[in-house]
């Protein structure tokens, strides 16, 4: 995704300027230049204040930093030989930073003998200074779950942090910090066109309105400062350290944090998306700095797979039910029960707040089987017996393909001896989850048990159609492209357990599947293609033979006789 973001921008840098409507002819505009060209020798002033807006130049106490004769774009220096720089105090916490103030860093780059201070007559140029600003802390939302046995009514949770949630709401806004920042200067000295930056660069690159040319770039970079590492401030604390590191960054590198960074401004996602999304990156983080790179690399070439084979999977499974004219040797009451399985996983995971993106997945794949239920059944609308006299009834109806078929026997058969298994299991799992798991509620417990359960004992709801092909011993009937799909997608899963943090019920629920499919495997085995066999579409895998030849010998006259069922007797079969 970083390489794909990069090469988009790229591709816009390259395109032709705009073309300025107040310039003569609509001529395109002349590029401009950095304001300090390569080597420039400048000195950086770093202030901290509780103002947004900083003036208070002459307040030696708001001075954290100050570094003389920094070379623009030089990589050998630095303590470490890179071009970096570290400064680090650990520093009183201000009372009003304790209360959910701000803190706000603003760091000043002049050119070597200029002060940053306007007031200063003869000290200060504004050409020749670069200003940016940036809040130290972090305001996160802390939610608290008020979980309890629901029986009892205790809960294992903190007091203190009961009696916050008593006080503050299930929502609280705290500020949080986090010891580490980088100030990068990017060192770029590319002729940018004003009005023709691709996002999300475009946001970084200032103009000077009066000569044209743009300011050196000036990047807080706090890309690896994971949101695990960072810490509320409370009343507990008397100091915050804080570490202040100054380095180069190359065009290259800081278009791919930018690209990460950047959050559209059309986005209509709400802010808890947004940090639900940190909260992504964070794995995807951990996964760079603590995988080995060979799995890492493999990793992501399987997460490109896994994508395409989800597509497909959707695709040919839409087409496999679209083109299906009969229901001989598919299993009904599994695809009605895959639409209340899809929809407990979709209320769970909506319960539960997972991510924007799974849950648009889930979601698509709840519409598939509601249209699946179209395909394997008559729906129609009964306008005569309405509900409470105002809404038409649905009325559902097995088709008659489905009726006179020996499968609505075997699937009968198998969902009878499966209740014997399956009701107790229920019962015993739903005893278990009241007793000794917290919930929030009476539904959280419904969805968390229903949800649970399907991901521990859901393999039993897939034997029936594994019952129906041993009793017609073929499996010519199932969709192989997308069981075969969503099975590497299974396996693919199964990698990223090793790689991502994930609940264990979901790792069970990838081993459920994997032993299912490998039964499907056994069955396309054991059950040969028979080219005999004629298929729903009245044709075989035999060779139509002529009826001269065919006289000559009786060993051809099988097929012949086969092929020429009428049209109705052909379907059956």
């Known amino acids: ?25 609509g001529a395109p505009r002349v590029p401009s230049r950095n304001l300090f060209p390569k080597d420039t020798l400048m000195d950086m002033y770093v202030y901290l204040s509780h103002e947004e807006v900083f003036t208070d130049f002459n307040n030696t106490e708001a001075l954290f930093w100050f570094h003389r004769d920094l070379v623009y774009g030089d990589w050998n220096t630095g303590e470490s030989g890179d071009g970096c720089y570290e400064h680090y105090t650990e520093m009183d916490i201000p009372e009003i930073l304790q209360k959910n103030g701000s803190l706000y860093l603003h760091v000043y780059f002049t050119k ?9 007559k003869g000290q200060y140029r504004r050409l020749a200074t670069v200003h940016a600003t940036r809040m130290l802390n972090k305001f996160k939302r802390r939610k608290f779950l008020k979980t309890k046995n629901l029986l009892t009514g205790e809960t294992e949770a903190d007091p203190e942090m009961i009696k916050r949630a008593e006080s503050y709401g299930p929502v609280e806004i705290i500020s949080h910090w986090h010891p580490n920042l980088t100030i990068n200067m990017v060192d770029d000295h590319t002729a940018w066109v004003k009005g023709s930056v691709p996002p999300p660069l475009d946001q970084h690159v200032k103009f000077d309105a009066v000569s044209g040319d743009y300011y050196p770039i000036v990047y807080f970079n706090d890309y690896w400062n994971l949101q695990k590492d ?7 604390l008397t100091t915050l350290p804080l570490r202040l590191s100054y380095c180069p960054l190359s065009l290259w590198r800081w278009q791919l944090y930018a690209a990460q960074n950047a959050r559209s401004p059309w986005n209509f996602l709400p802010e808890d998306t947004y940090e639900q999304s940190d909260e992504d990156q964070d794995s995807v983080k951990v996964a760079l700095l603590e995988t080995n790179p060979y799995l890492l690399g493999l990793t992501i070439v399987v997460s490109i797979v896994h994508s395409i084979f989800e597509f497909l999977a959707f695709k040919n499974d839409i087409q496999f039910w679209n083109s299906r004219q009969s229901l001989e040797g598919l299993s009904v009451r599994s695809i009605i029960f895959g639409v209340f ?21 889930v979601f698509i794949g709840l519409l598939i089987d509601l249209w699946k239920i179209t395909k394997v059944m008559d729906v129609k609308l009964d306008r005569e017996n309405k509900i409470a006299g105002i809404f038409p009834r649905l009325v559902f109806k097995d088709k008659s393909t489905y009726v006179k078929s020996s499968t609505k026997i075997y699937d009968d058969m198998a969902f009878k001896y499966l209740s014997w298994l399956l009701y107790p299991l229920f019962g015993c799992y739903a005893v ?16 968390s048990m229903l949800y649970g359960f399907l991901l521990t ?27 075969t799909y969503k099975a590497l997608n299974t396996f693919i899963d199964d990698l990223f357990a090793f790689v991502i943090k994930m609940p264990m019920m979901y790792r069970i629920g990838c081993l459920r599947d994997d032993v299912v499919f490998f039964i499907y495997l056994y069955q396309r085995w054991i059950y040969r293609v028979d080219p005999n066999r004629v298929n729903e579409f009245g044709t075989s895998g035999v060779e139509q033979v002529p009826n001269d030849t065919a006289a000559e010998g009786a060993a051809p ?17």
């Open 230 to 236: 960072y810490y509320p401030i409370n009343e507990t």
């Open 457 to 483: 004992f859901g393999f039993i709801t897939m034997t029936p159609q594994l019952f129906i092909n041993y009793k017609m011993k073929s499996v010519a009937h199932l969709p192989w492209r997308m069981l």
């Open 1 to 25: 995704v970083i390489f794909i973001i990069w090469a988009i921008s790229s591709w816009f840098r390259r395109g032709p300027s705009t073309p300025d409507p107040t310039t003569p002819a």
């Open 341 to 361: 399985q899809s929809l407990v996983v979709l209320l769970y995971i909506l319960d539960n707040e997972t991510n924007f993106v799974v849950q648009v997945s």
């Open 112 to 120: 070597s003998g200029f002060h940053p201070d306007p007031k200063r």
């Open 432 to 447: 278990y989850s009241l007793l000794y798991v917290e919930h929030k509620g009476w539904y959280s417990w419904v969805l």
């Open 557 to 573: 006259a099988a097929p012949a006789a086969i092929t020429d069922k009428p049209e109705e007797e052909k379907k059956n079969d």
